[in-house]
């Protein structure tokens, strides 16, 4: 229930009564922003009374305000207190509105009127249109809040991210050219293989980066068509060998060949590529990343299990959002975005699909993810 | 006389690399830790002459909470990775910390501090 408090001032007692009548049993359920409005009554006979109580008690949500007043007029009340009013909705009530009050009281920030004489029914339309207007207004204010918030999060954490190999790229470099590192030339060029290894990585999160927003904006271009989910776990697989045969890790493809969907080649991809680069990243020496894929009906189900480093609960409860990376000693110096598995769940959203995992740590972990094939005609209409 | 002790209290390995690389040239005997918990362990056992740590590890400021924990008995040298190096500057009476570098680090500038609190031998 939100209850708004609403300033009547008037010179009729009777007026103001009548109104507070009115007000003291007022609802307005309004299901479709989830809100029921109801109000409190307060009131004022002058504008030189009203001054003092918006002082005293702080401006109210909305202001019915007679034009005509003993003193101060309604409109200089308005002109005068613009300030403390600006998140105030005034209702103008007015018994010979002309057009020349009509426009001066609007550009004070009138937002309404109400002819008198009035019945309580048109009291309570013009009510419920502003504590509509006013909820609204309140609820994009906080929306507008929450958003600028969760951008500021991301940015800062984007800005440490890019700042932390930018930081041992440029201390490294500084140690090369001043020489500073003692006389073994072997640790001068592996401080540049690492700069190197830093520098590539920068350039994977600011990929990951455009794909994962690209995606969230919905702004990507997508290329709908028939996809082989074969051919493409093949692609994704041959992509990550090197790394793999480097540290003895064999990668295996269970996948009917025939197996496709209707999709955009390169999201898919993306999940591919993401789950088997993280399977080979998180291994142990000779261990084994396990494909399997299958399809019934317009679903496709992937599955890449590993045989290495696992995690916890706690830790894999955390694993989807952005740049979350879990730090342990076992993940100590491997390099990553942050971002991969989070892009794994958006793709995943866009085939109405989902991501699970199942991990035991030191043992390994299993990511399954959920794919349904677009409708074609949609499909269509999408390009 | 033994070489003295530096305890390197940092998640990126880069940082490692880079510090051992530096100070074992100049003789000191270099240990690592790559995390808070795993710092404060390797300072109990090894008793190092001097600790460098990272302001932002884990989370925001954890590096302080390692430095308050490790106390008063070894001097303390900060790593901060803030565009502004004065951000990093606290309560010296809260956190025992002695000097803050900024990263990225200058070579003749670590080295600079760590003679300075060491003294000019490494032994």
């Known amino acids: 229930m939100n209850r708004l408090r609403v300033l009547v001032v008037d010179d009729e007692i009777y007026i103001r009564s009548a109104i507070g009548r009115t007000l003291e049993s007022l609802q307005f359920p309004m299901p479709d922003i989830d809100e029921t409005v109801a109000f409190t009554f307060e009131e004022a006979g002058s504008a030189e009374e009203a001054i003092e109580h918006i002082a005293k008690n702080a401006p109210p949500d909305i202001l019915l305000l007679d034009l005509k007043l003993p003193g101060i007029s309604g409109i200089e009340l308005l002109e005068q207190m613009e300030d403390s009013l600006a998140e105030t909705l005034t209702v103008m009530i007015t018994a010979y509105a002309s057009i020349e009050t009509a426009v001066r009281a609007t550009k004070s920030g009138a937002y309404d009127f109400l002819a008198k004489p009035f019945t309580p029914d048109e009291l309570e339309q013009v009510l419920q249109k502003a504590s509509r207007h006013l909820i609204v207004a309140k609820q994009a204010r906080l929306l507008a809040q929450e958003q600028r918030q969760v951008r500021f999060q991301f940015l800062s954490v984007l800005a440490h991210e890019l700042k932390a190999p930018l930081n041992a790229i440029e201390g490294f470099l500084n140690t090369v050219i001043d020489h500073t590192a003692g006389n073994d030339p072997a640790v001068y060029e592996e401080m540049l293989r690492r700069c190197r290894t830093r520098a590539q990585y920068m350039r994977k999160l600011i990929i990951d980066l455009l794909d994962l927003t690209r995606i969230e904006s919905g702004r990507k271009k997508r290329n709908v068509g028939e996809v082989n989910i074969a051919a493409v776990a093949k692609r994704a697989a041959d992509t990550m060998q090197g790394d793999a045969d480097a540290r003895s890790i064999s990668i295996t493809i269970e996948c009917d060949p025939g197996l496709s969907m209707c999709g955009d080649a390169g999201e898919i991809e993306m999940v591919f590529n993401n789950l088997i680069s993280n399977a080979v990243k998180y291994n142990k020496e000779g261990g084994r990343v396990d494909v399997r894929c299958a399809g019934q009906d317009d679903t496709v189900v992937i599955e890449v299990a590993d045989t290495g480093i696992g995690m916890s609960e706690e830790e894999a409860a955390q694993l989807f959002e952005s740049f979350v990376r879990i730090k342990n000693e076992k993940t100590f110096g491997i390099l990553g975005s942050g971002l991969g598995l989070a892009i794994v769940k958006k793709v995943a959203s866009l085939y109405d699909g989902g991501v699970f995992l199942s991990s035991v740590p030191d043992q390994g972990s299993a990511f399954t993810v959920r794919l349904h094939s677009m409708k074609m005609d949609l499909a269509e209409g999408n390009q | ?123």
């Open chain 2, 1 to 123: 006389m033994p070489a003295k002790t530096i305890l390197v209290i940092d998640d990126d390995p880069d940082v490692h690399f880079f510090c051992k690389s530096l100070l074992e040239a100049e003789g000191y005997r270099v240990r690592t830790a790559i995390s808070g918990a795993a710092g404060l362990k390797a300072a109990q056992e090894e008793k190092p002459d001097l600790v460098i740590l990272d302001i932002m590890m884990e989370r925001i400021n954890a590096g302080y909470k390692v430095a308050e924990a490790l106390g008063k008995e070894m001097p303390i040298l900060m790593f901060s990775s803030m565009l502004n190096p004065s951000d990093a500057v606290f309560d010296p009476d809260q956190v025992p910390y002695r000097d803050v570098i900024s990263k990225p680090i200058a070579g003749e500038v670590l080295l600079g501090k760590v003679r300075e609190l060491l003294g000019a031998d490494p032994a």
